[in-house]
C-alpha cells in the first residue's frame, strides 16, 4: 500500500514538472521560429537595397559593376556571418559570393532556403530585381539562422537544464515523500511487528491526521476482536474450573471401584476390564480439563497484569520429575535429570505448567524401556529448559503443525487431547521465547528446547 502510494505520489508531482519541462522547451522554439520570421523579413527588406546599389557598369567589361551600398545593408554586410551575390540573367556572377550560386527564382517572387556552407547553416533568400544593369539575380545570406542556433543550443541550453531540474527534483520529491509518509510506515510496520495476541489499541494521537479515522476504525475493530477472544477465554476457563470438581470426584470414585473390584475380600458384579476403560476415560478427561484451564491462565493478556519474578529452573526440574517417577516406573521408562544451576525472569507456575506438558507428553510416547531427560541451564550465556526421549519422535515436515492446538500424529496408538505442546508453547511465547523441535541423539526421539533470551 505506502509503496503504490510513494509511487503515485512521485508521479502526480513530478508529471507536472515533466509538462513545463516541455512546455518551456515548445516555448523556446517558438521563439526562434519567430525570430526566424523577423529574419526573413528583414532579408526580404534589403533586397531592394542591394539591387538599388548597382549604380552602373564597371570600367572595362570585365569589371564588375559599381556599386554604392546603402548604411543599413553596409551595416548587415560587415558582419562576419553574411554574404551577398549579384548574378546577371545568365547566372554570371557579377559581385559577390560564387558559393551562393544556385538555381535562378523562376518567377519575381522572392524563395528563401537554407543551405550548408562552411560549417554554417545561412538562410538565403533570391530574387529577381530590374537595375540599371537590367534584370539581375540578387542574393543574400545569413549565418545566424535562429533555427540552427536553436538546433545546437536546445540539448545545452533547454533539454539539459531541464533534465538537471527534473532529477533534482525527483530526488527532493522523493525525500520530501518519504518523510511525509515516515508516520505512515511506522505506523504499518508497528501494526506488522505485532504478536497474534495483541489487539492493544493504537494510538490516534501518534498518527497522522489524514489516517486517523483508519486507526480509529482499527481499534474498534481490535476491542471487538478482543472482546470476543476473551469470552472464549472465560468460557473455556470457566468451564474447565468446573468441571474440575466432578471430574475429579468422578475419577476418585471410578478408582475405588477398582480398587473394590480387585480385591477378593469385596467383590463386585463388574466386569474389571470396563472399570479400566472407564478410569482410562475419567483421566483423560480430567486432564483435559486441566490443560484447557492451563492454556486459558497462559494467555498473555491474561498475564499482563502479573509481573515476572526469578525462577529456579533447577528447581522446577526436580519438582517434574518427581511428579512423573511412578508414571515412567510403570512403563520401565529410565527417567533422570541432567541440571544446571540457572535462572530467569518468568511466571514459575507457567514455566512448571510447560515442564509439565513436556515430560507429559515424552511419557506418553516413550516406548517401554525407554530413556528421558530432563536438562536446563546455561547455553550461549542464555538459560535453557530442555527435555529428550528416545520415542518415535516427530517428522520435520510435521514439526510446525506438532505446535498446533488439537493437533495430533497419526499412527501413534497413544491417546491424548493434542493440547501439551500448544500450551508448551503458548507459556514459551508469553517469556519471549520459542520451542525447538528436533530429534533426539542419533536422530531418535524427540528434543524440545526453550532457550531464554539472555
Given at each position: 500500500?505506502?509503496?503504490?502510494?510513494?509511487?503515485?505520489?512521485?508521479?502526480?508531482?513530478?508529471?507536472?514538472?515533466?509538462?513545463?519541462?516541455?512546455?518551456?522547451?515548445?516555448?523556446?522554439?517558438?521563439?526562434?521560429?519567430?525570430?526566424?520570421?523577423?529574419?526573413?523579413?528583414?532579408?526580404?527588406?534589403?533586397?531592394?537595397?542591394?539591387?538599388?546599389s548597382l549604380i552602373g557598369p564597371g570600367n572595362t567589361p570585365e569589371a564588375p559593376p559599381v556599386m554604392l551600398l546603402a548604411p543599413e545593408l553596409q551595416q548587415f554586410l560587415s558582419?562576419?556571418?553574411a554574404a551577398f551575390a549579384v548574378f546577371d540573367a545568365d547566372g554570371k556572377l557579377l559581385r559577390g559570393e560564387a558559393w551562393l550560386d544556385g538555381f535562378p527564382p523562376t518567377s519575381s517572387e522572392p524563395e528563401f532556403h537554407s543551405e550548408q556552407s562552411r560549417g554554417i547553416t545561412w538562410r538565403i533568400v533570391r530574387q529577381r530585381q530590374q537595375t540599371v544593369l537590367g534584370e539581375v539575380v540578387v542574393v543574400l545570406a545569413d549565418g545566424t539562422d535562429p533555427r540552427q542556433q536553436w538546433l545546437r543550443s536546445i540539448l545545452l541550453r533547454v533539454l539539459l537544464?531541464?533534465?538537471?531540474?527534473?532529477?533534482?527534483?525527483?530526488?527532493?520529491?522523493?525525500?520530501?515523500?518519504?518523510?511525509?509518509l515516515g508516520p505512515l510506515l511506522?505506523?504499518?510496520?508497528?501494526?506488522?511487528?505485532?504478536?497474534?495476541?495483541d489487539l492493544s489499541p493504537i494510538d490516534e494521537a501518534a498518527s497522522p491526521e489524514e489516517v486517523r479515522p483508519l486507526v480509529a476504525s482499527l481499534n474498534r475493530l481490535f476491542d471487538l476482536v478482543n472482546a470476543q477472544a476473551e469470552g472464549q477465554r472465560r468460557f473455556i476457563a470457566d468451564a474447565a474450573h468446573q468441571l474440575r470438581t466432578p471430574l475429579a470426584a468422578l475419577q476418585a470414585q471410578v478408582e475405588a471401584?477398582?480398587?473394590?473390584?480387585?480385591s477378593s475380600a469385596r467383590p463386585l458384579a463388574v466386569d474389571p476390564e470396563h472399570l479400566a476403560k472407564l478410569q482410562g476415560a475419567t483421566r483423560r478427561t480430567t486432564q483435559l480439563a486441566n490443560?484447557?484451564?492451563?492454556?486459558?491462565?497462559?494467555?498473555?493478556?491474561?498475564?499482563?497484569?502479573?509481573?515476572?519474578?526469578?525462577v529456579d529452573l533447577k528447581a522446577v526440574c526436580e519438582d517434574v520429575l518427581e511428579r512423573f517417577l511412578d508414571a515412567a516406573a510403570a512403563k520401565q521408562i529410565d527417567i533422570g535429570l541432567d541440571t544446571r544451576e540457572a535462572a530467569v525472569q518468568g511466571h514459575g507456575w507457567l514455566l512448571r505448567e510447560l515442564l509439565v506438558n513436556l515430560v507429559d507428553n515424552a511419557v506418553k510416547y516413550t516406548p517401554s524401556r525407554g530413556t528421558i531427560t530432563i536438562r536446563c541451564g546455561l547455553r550461549h550465556a542464555r538459560p535453557y529448559l530442555e527435555v529428550e526421549d528416545?520415542?518415535?519422535?516427530?517428522?520435520?515436515?510435521?514439526?510446525?503443525?506438532?505446535?498446533?492446538?488439537?493437533h495430533?500424529?497419526?499412527?501413534?496408538?497413544?491417546?491424548g487431547s493434542g493440547l501439551g505442546l500448544s500450551i508448551a508453547d503458548e507459556i514459551a511465547r508469553l517469556h519471549n521465547s520459542r520451542l525447538e523441535l528436533e530429534a533426539g541423539e542419533g536422530g531418535r526421539g524427540l528434543r524440545v528446547t526453550l532457550l531464554f533470551a539472555g
Open positions: 500500500m505506502a509503496t503504490g502510494l510513494r509511487r503515485r505520489l512521485l508521479l502526480m508531482l513530478m508529471a507536472p514538472l515533466l509538462m513545463l519541462a516541455l512546455a518551456n522547451a515548445w516555448l523556446d522554439y517558438r521563439s526562434g521560429d519567430n525570430t526566424s520570421a523577423r529574419q526573413d523579413q528583414r532579408l526580404l527588406a534589403l533586397l531592394p537595397l542591394l539591387a538599388d558582419s562576419p556571418n537544464p531541464n533534465l538537471l531540474l527534473l532529477m533534482a527534483a525527483a530526488i527532493s520529491v522523493r525525500w520530501a515523500v518519504e518523510r511525509a511506522a505506523l504499518r510496520e508497528a501494526v506488522e511487528r505485532r504478536s497474534p495476541g471401584w477398582v480398587q473394590a473390584a480387585g490443560q484447557l484451564l492451563a492454556l486459558s491462565r497462559a494467555d498473555a493478556r491474561a498475564m499482563e497484569s502479573q509481573p515476572m519474578e526469578p528416545d520415542g518415535p519422535g516427530i517428522a520435520a515436515p510435521l514439526r510446525p503443525r506438532a505446535l498446533e492446538r488439537f495430533r500424529g497419526n499412527g501413534t496408538g497413544v491417546e
